[in-house]
């Protein structure tokens, strides 16, 4: 009689074995496909991405293109003349006289700071030391190399884009 019942239990274990294996298996499986299509996913995300990235590099670069265009034509622009020449002239004028007045306002107040130092008693080589300082010097530095480096730029490159 345990025969009988061991046989019979053993005849079922031995017969939902496989079922069990194949269903192990069938587990096994489903993590290793989910796993795939993760991985799937995580690759279409960063493909995503980088062709993401790719418009915008584009983009940036037809806009950088475009700005270049746009500046270089308002530089041409501002360089070619109305035809009213009361208004030509006035406009070729603007820049030479506000660098004049600029240039005469800046040595009205170091002849001011100069004759202040002087009118307190100071000497001459004190009122020159304080009335050149490094700051001026940089910009006499700047001043210079805009006009005599621009006249070397000018005969080096032509004034056409």
Same mark, same amino acid.
């Given at each position: 009689?345990?025969?009988?019942?061991?046989? @019979?239990?053993?005849?079922?274990?031995?017969?939902?074995?496989?079922?069990?294996?194949?269903?192990?298996?069938?587990?096994?499986?489903?993590?290793?496909?989910?796993?795939?299509?993760?991985?799937?996913?995580?690759?279409?995300?960063?493909?995503?991405?980088?062709?993401?990235?790719?418009?915008?590099?584009?983009?940036?670069?037809?806009?950088?293109?475009?700005?270049?265009?746009?500046?270089?034509?308002?530089?041409?622009?501002?360089?070619?003349?109305?035809?009213?020449?009361?208004?030509?002239?006035?406009?070729?004028?603007?820049r030479p006289?506000?660098?004049?007045?600029?240039?005469?306002?800046?040595?009205?107040?170091?002849?001011?700071?100069?004759?202040?130092?002087?009118?307190?008693?100071?000497?001459?080589?004190?009122?020159?030391?304080?009335?050149?300082?490094?700051?001026?010097q940089?910009?006499?530095? @700047?001043?210079?190399?805009?006009?005599?480096?621009?006249?070397?730029?000018?005969?080096?490159?032509?004034?056409?884009?």
């Amino acid at each position: 009689m345990i025969e009988t019942l061991l046989g @019979g239990l053993l005849g079922g274990a031995f017969r939902l074995a496989p079922e069990v294996l194949k269903w192990l298996d069938r587990k096994g499986e489903r993590s290793h496909e989910l796993a795939m299509q993760d991985k799937a996913l995580e690759f279409e995300k960063l493909r995503g991405a980088q062709r993401m990235a790719e418009i915008g590099a584009g983009a940036d670069a037809a806009w950088n293109t475009g700005a270049i265009e746009a500046l270089r034509e308002a530089v041409v622009a501002q360089g070619r003349t109305s035809g009213v020449k009361w208004a030509d002239a006035l406009s070729s004028s603007v820049r030479p006289v506000i660098t004049y007045w600029f240039m005469a306002l800046y040595c009205a107040a170091k002849t001011a700071a100069f004759v202040g130092v002087i009118n307190g008693g100071g000497d001459w080589d004190a009122a020159i030391l304080h009335a050149w300082t490094e700051a001026d010097q940089a910009l006499w530095a @700047g001043v210079l190399n805009f006009w005599f480096l621009g006249r070397v730029f000018e005969r080096v490159r032509p004034t056409n884009w």
